[in-house]
Nanobody
């Protein structure tokens, strides 16, 4: 059974930082592309960042230079380091695992950026 369990969300002030984690089980983690998506109220889900099994990364333009995705294949975990957070980063953040068109999703972790 595949499980993706996100953690690390919370309430943070504008300009602050958070680090999200996603622990995966039930997959051969090192060959999966891992990603973070987010969905704000009333908006479509959007890709935030993705990292391939080989470590190549890509980011949404809105987070470039502020967010960093990384992975620890020994711990089956993917991270999203978020800095200089803005109110518009407020959303439910989802972890994904993808391979050959098969996609798995976590339950999400809430990030709220507010003063």
């Amino acid at each position: 059974q595949v499980q993706l369990v996100e953690s690390g969300g919370g309430l943070v002030q504008p300009g602050g930082s958070l680090r999200l984690s996603c622990a995966a089980s039930g997959i051969s983690f090192n060959i999966y592309a891992m990603g973070w998506y987010r969905q704000a109220p009333g908006k479509q889900r959007e890709l935030v960042a993705r990292i391939s099994g080989g470590g190549s990364t890509n980011y949404a333009d809105s987070v470039k230079g502020r967010f960093t995705i990384s992975r620890d294949n020994a711990k089956n975990t993917v991270f999203l380091q978020m800095k200089s957070l803005k109110p518009e980063d407020t959303a439910l953040y989802y972890c994904t695992a993808a391979l050959y068109g098969i996609n798995y999703w976590g339950q999400g972790t809430q990030v709220t950026v507010s003063s």
